[in-house]
């Protein structure tokens, strides 16, 4: 019989060279497990089956002949449509504002950008349906999509703020003074030098805004009336997991890993080409 020897000094070396993949593989394994689901049948409901030993590309080709996913997925995309840009402008006004502002009215904005976002979800959602049913209602008005939209772009605008105003506060004064000198009006100043300054913060805010609106579940459930998104027909999916929601999962996952490795390819040539 052989035996093993158990070297401690050689496990623990073990570990910490790998804890870092280790980590990462007990994060992503969820993740790929919805990946290879994705490939299984599906049900006469719809339902996903938990059946690996016939793998199909069934779910993948039906996925956006569902109406029931794509209506859904059209209402999200509506909403973060207008959400985001409207957002990001508030955003951009307020960092500008607070740039030029003393240092007090930055801590109050900042104080309340933070405590906006800490807010539990459920305490905003409740707060915004007050405030409809006693102004919204009365007028005539049901819930639905402009309801949805007002109380994304409440909670989505602080995240704007807080991802903008770091860059905002590394602006050269003198870039601007610069322009004023040269005989450019505020006008073409803001959108020539300090658009172009934040263009990285508002891209990466978008994004966050884009995330947080398709995300969103307890707000808009509350706020939305008949009107459905991708996350509130996730979570109120009923009898069973849908078919389309796994296959939808696992298409977010393959975006979201192929992004990460272009980026990390794009983050090495253009190392290699600084190096040079």
Not at 29 to 36: C, E, G, N, S
Not at 60 to 83: C, E, K, M
Not at 167 to 183: F, Q, R, V
Not at 251 to 270: D, E, H, P, R, T
Request: aromatic residues 14%; proline residues 3%.
């Amino acid at each position: 019989m052989y035996r093993i020897n158990f070297d401690k000094s050689t496990f623990l070396l073990f570990i910490r060279r790998s804890y870092v993949l280790i980590t990462l593989f007990l994060i992503y394994l969820p993740l790929l497990f919805i990946v290879a689901l994705s490939f299984n049948g599906s049900s006469e409901k719809g339902n996903i089956i938990l059946d690996f030993s016939n793998p199909t590309l069934e779910n993948w080709i039906g996925l956006f002949q569902d109406d029931d996913f794509t209506s859904n997925l059209f209402n999200s995309f509506t909403v973060a449509a207008l959400v985001t840009p409207i957002s990001i402008i508030i955003g951009v006004i307020t960092c500008f504002g607070m740039w030029h502002a003393s240092s007090k009215t930055n801590k109050v904005f900042k104080a309340f950008s933070t405590a906006n976002i800490s807010v539990p979800d459920i305490i905003t959602g409740v707060s915004l349906t007050l405030l409809f049913a006693s102004i919204w209602l009365p007028l005539g008005l049901d819930y639905g999509y402009t309801t949805v939209v007002i109380s994304h772009i409440s909670f989505t605008t602080p995240y704007a703020i807080i991802t903008i105003y770091p860059k905002m506060l590394a602006l050269n004064k003198n870039l601007i003074n610069a322009s004023n000198d040269l005989g450019a009006s505020k006008i073409r100043t803001f959108f020539k030098v300090i658009i172009p300054h934040l263009l990285p913060s508002i891209i990466a805010a978008s994004m966050i805004i884009i995330a947080i609106s398709f995300d969103d579940f307890v707000i808009t459930l509350l706020v939305s009336g008949n009107f459905t998104t991708i996350s509130s027909a996730i979570y109120l999916s009923s009898k069973g997991i849908k078919a389309w929601i796994v296959t939808f999962g696992a298409l977010l996952v393959v975006l979201f890993i192929a992004g990460s490795i272009a980026l990390s390819f794009y983050k090495i040539l253009k190392t290699k080409k600084k190096g040079r």
